[in-house]
């Protein structure tokens, strides 16, 4: 399956916000779930949001609810996290990967769900 190409990290102070972008070149994520992951050294992978095809559902980590937002743009076939109140424990290389076969449009937060991942984008905070 193809890969997704996120965009947009970078470094930040603690309390500070970044726009994570992500997208599938040459085609369109209108049919997919996308779920974003990231992972800190040292650490296991961690699902923290998902969205459904046209936002009709989205999932978030307890460790991300009411900081980070999962948004899609149909037009510009790009899904979007917002994160804002960043932390030093959001420190880490996200991943956007879209989910592939049967359940496609359904949103999950298990990494064994997916394959095909991109090379991420690399996100520090700093305090």
């Known amino acids: 399956q193809p890969q997704l190409v996120e965009s947009g990290g970078g470094l930040v102070q603690s309390g500070g916000s970044l726009r994570l972008s992500c997208t599938l070149p040459g085609r369109s994520l209108d049919y997919y779930a996308i779920a974003w992951f990231r992972q800190a050294p040292g650490k296991e992978r961690e699902g923290i949001s998902c969205i459904e095809p046209r936002g009709v559902g989205t999932l978030y980590a307890d460790s991300v609810k009411g900081r980070f937002t999962v948004s899609g743009d149909n037009a510009n076939n790009m899904v979007y996290l917002q994160m804002n109140d960043l932390r030093p424990e959001d420190t880490g290389l996200y991943y956007c990967?879209?989910?592939?076969?049967?359940?496609?449009?359904?949103?999950?937060?298990?990494?064994?769900?997916?394959?095909?991942w991109g090379q991420g984008t690399q996100v520090t905070v700093s305090s």
């Open positions: 990967v879209a989910r592939w076969g049967t359940y496609a449009p359904v949103c999950t937060l298990n990494k064994g769900r997916f394959n095909s």
